[in-house]
């Protein structure tokens, strides 16, 4: 092994790339899909981890006019982004009388989830309501037993919304779908007034019986879909660009990595990166996945470590002396997600806070 005289970077971050111009061309093709429905954007988890503040901005800044969080603090940090005066801004998680100074100054909207909930809110209500039903998820929301006593407590509170979480979206031939599109026009048909939401970004893509008066998709505004094998029409939206500290010569029968899982059958040229699983790399990707060097493949080898990544740079020679940088995601999400035996989401969700975050077309 031999390692080559070439100059380190001057930046030896990870930097993960956000492109806010892809986010608002899917944000604009998700309006397209729904023409009859409004348009909201599920910005929880930190905007599936790049970045609450700038993804919001941009997408107020495109006419998004509702956004989704999670938890109130979720909902507190996006309403200092977009300003007091800005769109409607709701918390699945429900409501509970200790966080409502925070509901109350941040302008948040309370997703009522049981009648615990609603019971809390109506002796204390702060600003309007929206209510979750259970069609068939049987996670939050009120299930079929709940919904004469949820109708009563309805009658004194001023409910926005009304919504539902579809279990199968991303599988358009499921009978699920139908059997809580069913559900869910039975039960708010005695809610004439009331705007409905049912389709997240798979609802979307069903077809128009589900997106009633609002949709609420997330996957769909960063790049993705929740089907792996289906055509995805949206743009990637986060690319991960991991600099090479040190370039290396391996011969026949050489070692790279961890339990030294790699085997060299001929002279190679490695190159590690300063990228690992810490910054959102599954360790999954070795033997299958790679690293992109002006859009040409190099694969991993050796395992992900925490911190370094090798990928196979042999033949490359000309491209890594122009400078370029390899980049990982991007067009190669949803290969990644395969290789893991996860889905985009959980990608995205991961991708560590130490990589320098850089946003193209921030407002």
Known sequence: MSVLATPSPDNTRARLIVDLDAVSRN??????????????????????????????????KEGARTFFVATVEEGAEVRKALG????????FSGYRAKDRPLYAKHRLGAVLNQPGETAQFRQNPVGPCAVHIDTGMARLGYGAGDISGLLTALQSLDVSLVMSHLACAEETASAQNIRQLERFTALTNALPDTRLSLA??????????????????????YGATADLNADNPFEPVVTLQAPILQLREIDAGDTVGYGASYVAQSPRLIAT?????????PRALFGSGCARINGLRAPIVGRVSMDLTMIDVTGLQQDIAQGAVPEFFGPDLYQAAALD???????????????????????
Do not use: C
């Open 27 to 60: 944000f604009k093709a998700l309006q397209k899909l729904s023409p009859n429905a409004e348009t909201s954007a599920v910005v929880k988890a930190n905007a599936y981890g790049l970045g609450a503040g700038p993804v919001a901005r941009r997408l107020m």
């Open 341 to 363: 035996g996860t889905l985009p989401y959980e990608i995205l969700t991961g991708l560590g806070a130490r990589a320098e975050r850089i946003y193209k077309g921030a407002p």
């Open 200 to 221: 997240n970004t798979g609802g979307v893509l069903l077809d128009e019986r589900y997106h009633f008066d609002l949709t609420r998709p997330g996957i769909g505004l």
């Open 273 to 281: 990166l300063s990228a690992g699983y810490a910054d959102g790399l």
């Open 84 to 91: 007091d005066a800005g769109p409607d801004i709701w918390v």
